[in-house]
Every structure is written in structure tokens, then in C-alpha cells.
């Protein structure tokens, strides 16, 4: 085990101290990433990033964030402090969504357009793999346990699941019409599956990955889009995009506790580590809302550009 030397830990905690956390949000018709700070929930900043950006995720330091660029075939490497881009990485055709590798050093993208899955390496740019998976890929994350990656097709309506490392296809899976998004369980067990046509939250158990569940989201307006999944897992969030809302579920009961009204047609969606705020990105009414998960009330909105598609909480 290597240690730091004394006073590197506290100069860690200062310098997270100094900065307030940040919400990005990936402006598609902008080609920017509008930044708000979560102290006032005011925009801080303005960073174009190239065109078209898309899915986003961060570094395991929180120092740079990783935003896919559908029309320019890379990531964006965007500097937290200085809010600048500071390098762009290839990675494919059409990339759609972004995951990190469980020791910070891979990217992993859904290539929309190639109906394919790339992973590169983000220090030497080297491609590890690119795998076919269903048709019209987007939603992509990797399982907590860092060994598989799990990739909606939205046509092929399924999910592949493929081992991290060799980028082999281990299984496909089908699931209602249209998947867009996957989040997982904090304790590995479960994946979180949201299919947009089909109006359904599919629950997957991790170890066969094999669907267990389906629960009908809202009404016929409802599309679910983005998830997210509370700090002790027993909350997901799901963004209804046309519903004009965020559906509760109880992840014990696999029901709906409760629907909180936000902006037209919420896409992206975050969460603050403590589970107290949740941000969503309203494509159709071109902001953010902010609500208060205690209450399951909208208590901010925020413009943002034009057609926000992703959210991503920055502590």
C-alpha cells in the first residue's frame, strides 16, 4: 500500500472544500455543457465542448468529466476547475452515452449509428474493443463488480452484456420496446432497465442476467428515459420524458410511491450522492429541475440552452 505524505489528504479535503458541487448538463443543439452550481442553482459557466454532446460521466477523482460527442466520433475531456476541454479522445462512430471503467482508466461508449460498443483506454488512447450489440445502442454502464458492461439496443429492443475486459458478448436479454437507459443496485445485485416505447422499469438480476420483472410506468403519455437509483438502493428514479414527471419506485415492492411533476419531457437524470437532490434534463422545455426528494417536490428550475440531454452531479 502506498501512502501519501502527511498534509496531501488535507490539501485534498481543501481544495474539495473551496469549490461548491456542480450539476453539467450536455446542451445537444448547443454543442456546450451549461454549468449550474447546487448553492443557489444558478448557472456558473458556459463550455463548448464540440458538436452535438451528449451522455456524460466523471473521473474517480470528480477532476474531469467525460462527454460524448455524437457528431464528432470522440469524448470530450472537459476540466472541472478551469471549465475547460482539455483533450478529446476517439472512440467510434456516433457515440450516444459514456461509462467508466471501475479503475478509472476505460471509457465505454454506445456507438449509436454502428450498433456497436467501443472501449479505449483514455491515457493512451488505445482501443480495447469494439463488440456489435443490438441495434441503435444508447444506454451503457458497467455492473458495480467492474467485470461486465450492460448496452441497451433501442431497435433490437435488448440488452447485451458484455465481459469488460475482452469485450466478448457473455449474453443478450430482451426487454420492452425501446430501452433507453441502466443504472444498478449499490449492493451488485440487480440492474435497473427503462424502455421508452414499452412505458416499463424492467428489474435484471445480475448474477443469471435474466430479467425478473416488469413494472408499468405512469400512463400512455409516459416514455422512461433516465434513471437513477438512491444512495441505499431502495429508490429508483425514473425520468417519464413525455409524462412530464419522475416516477418513485419501491424497489422491494416494485411499485410506484409517488410521481413528482418536473419540466417537459425529462431525458438525463442525477442525483446527489446524499440522495437529497435530484436534477432533471428537460428537453422539451429547454431546463433543469431541481427537486427535493424529501418532500417529492420541484423547488427550482433552471434554463439551460437548447434541448438538454444529459445531467450529471459533480460533487
Same mark, same amino acid.
Given at each position: 500500500?502506498?501512502?501519501?505524505?502527511? @498534509?496531501?489528504?488535507?490539501?485534498?479535503?481543501?481544495?474539495? *472544500?473551496?469549490?461548491?458541487?456542480? $450539476?453539467?448538463?450536455?446542451? =445537444?443543439?448547443?454543442?456546450?455543457?451549461?454549468?449550474?452550481?447546487?448553492?443557489?442553482?444558478? #448557472?456558473?459557466?458556459?463550455?463548448?465542448?464540440? +458538436?452535438?454532446?451528449?451522455?456524460?460521466?466523471?473521473?474517480?477523482?470528480?477532476?474531469?468529466?467525460?462527454?460524448?460527442?455524437?457528431?464528432?466520433?470522440?469524448?470530450?475531456?472537459?476540466?472541472?476547475?478551469?471549465?475547460?476541454?482539455? @483533450?478529446?479522445?476517439?472512440?467510434?462512430?456516433?457515440?450516444?452515452?459514456?461509462?467508466?471503467?471501475?479503475?478509472?482508466?476505460?471509457? !465505454?461508449?454506445?456507438? =449509436?449509428?454502428?450498433?456497436?460498443?467501443?472501449?479505449? =483506454?483514455?491515457?493512451?488512447?488505445? +482501443?480495447?474493443?469494439?463488440?456489435?450489440?443490438?441495434?441503435?445502442?444508447?444506454?451503457?454502464? $458497467?455492473?458495480?463488480?467492474?467485470?461486465?458492461?450492460?448496452?441497451?439496443?433501442?431497435?433490437?429492443?435488448?440488452?447485451?452484456?458484455?465481459?469488460?475486459?475482452? /469485450? +466478448?458478448?457473455?449474453?443478450?436479454?430482451?426487454?420492452? *420496446?425501446?430501452?433507453?437507459?441502466?443504472?444498478?443496485? %449499490?449492493?451488485?445485485? #440487480? *440492474?435497473?432497465?427503462?424502455? =421508452?416505447?414499452?412505458?416499463?422499469?424492467?428489474?435484471?438480476?445480475?448474477?443469471?442476467?435474466?430479467?425478473?420483472?416488469?413494472? +408499468?410506468?405512469?400512463?400512455? #403519455?409516459?416514455?422512461?428515459?433516465?434513471?437513477?437509483?438512491?444512495?441505499?438502493?431502495?429508490?429508483? !428514479?425514473?425520468?417519464?420524458?413525455? /409524462?412530464?414527471?419522475?416516477?418513485?419506485?419501491?424497489?422491494?415492492?416494485?411499485?410506484?410511491?409517488?410521481?413528482? %411533476?418536473?419540466?417537459?419531457?425529462?431525458?438525463?437524470?442525477?442525483?446527489?450522492? #446524499?440522495?437529497?437532490?435530484?436534477?432533471?434534463?428537460?428537453?422539451?422545455?429547454?431546463?433543469?429541475? $431541481? $427537486?427535493?426528494?424529501?418532500? *417529492?417536490?420541484?423547488?427550482?428550475?433552471? %434554463?439551460?440552452?437548447?434541448?438538454? !440531454?444529459?445531467?450529471? !452531479?459533480?460533487?
Amino acid at each position: 500500500m502506498r501512502f501519501l505524505p502527511a @498534509g496531501t489528504l488535507l490539501a485534498c479535503f481543501v481544495s474539495f *472544500a473551496a469549490r461548491a458541487d456542480l $450539476v453539467f448538463v450536455s446542451d =445537444e443543439r448547443g454543442d456546450d455543457v451549461r454549468v449550474l452550481s447546487t448553492e443557489d442553482n444558478t #448557472q456558473v459557466a458556459v463550455i463548448a465542448v464540440g +458538436k452535438r454532446p451528449r451522455g456524460m460521466c466523471t473521473s474517480l477523482d470528480r477532476k474531469t468529466v467525460y462527454v460524448a460527442l455524437g457528431d464528432e466520433d470522440a469524448v470530450a475531456l472537459v476540466d472541472v476547475d478551469s471549465r475547460k476541454v482539455v @483533450g478529446k479522445v476517439p472512440v467510434g462512430r456516433d457515440p450516444e452515452q459514456v461509462a467508466l471503467s471501475r479503475d478509472g482508466k476505460v471509457l !465505454y461508449v454506445s456507438n =449509436e449509428a454502428a450498433s456497436t460498443a467501443t472501449a479505449v =483506454e483514455i491515457a493512451s488512447q488505445r +482501443k480495447v474493443f469494439a463488440s456489435r450489440v443490438g441495434t441503435e445502442p444508447e444506454g451503457v454502464g $458497467v455492473a458495480p463488480s467492474g467485470r461486465k458492461v450492460y448496452v441497451t439496443g433501442e431497435s433490437s429492443d435488448d440488452v447485451t452484456v458484455l465481459d469488460a475486459r475482452s /469485450g +466478448k458478448v457473455l449474453r443478450r436479454f430482451k426487454v420492452g *420496446a425501446r430501452p433507453r437507459w441502466v443504472a444498478f443496485s %449499490p449492493d451488485g445485485k #440487480q *440492474a435497473f432497465v427503462s424502455a =421508452e416505447v414499452g412505458g416499463t422499469l424492467h428489474f435484471v438480476d445480475l448474477a443469471s442476467d435474466k430479467p425478473r420483472a416488469a413494472l +408499468k410506468i405512469g400512463n400512455g #403519455q409516459t416514455k422512461p428515459d433516465g434513471l437513477a437509483v438512491s444512495p441505499d438502493g431502495k429508490l429508483v !428514479y425514473v425520468a417519464e420524458g413525455r /409524462g412530464a414527471a419522475v416516477s418513485v419506485v419501491d424497489v422491494a415492492s416494485r411499485t410506484v410511491k409517488t410521481r413528482v %411533476p418536473v419540466g417537459e419531457r425529462p431525458w438525463g437524470i442525477a442525483l446527489s450522492p #446524499q440522495g437529497d437532490r435530484l436534477y432533471t434534463a428537460n428537453g422539451g422545455s429547454n431546463d433543469v429541475s $431541481v $427537486v427535493d426528494t424529501a418532500s *417529492a417536490k420541484t423547488i427550482a428550475r433552471v %434554463p439551460v440552452g437548447n434541448k438538454p !440531454y444529459g445531467v450529471l !452531479y459533480v460533487p
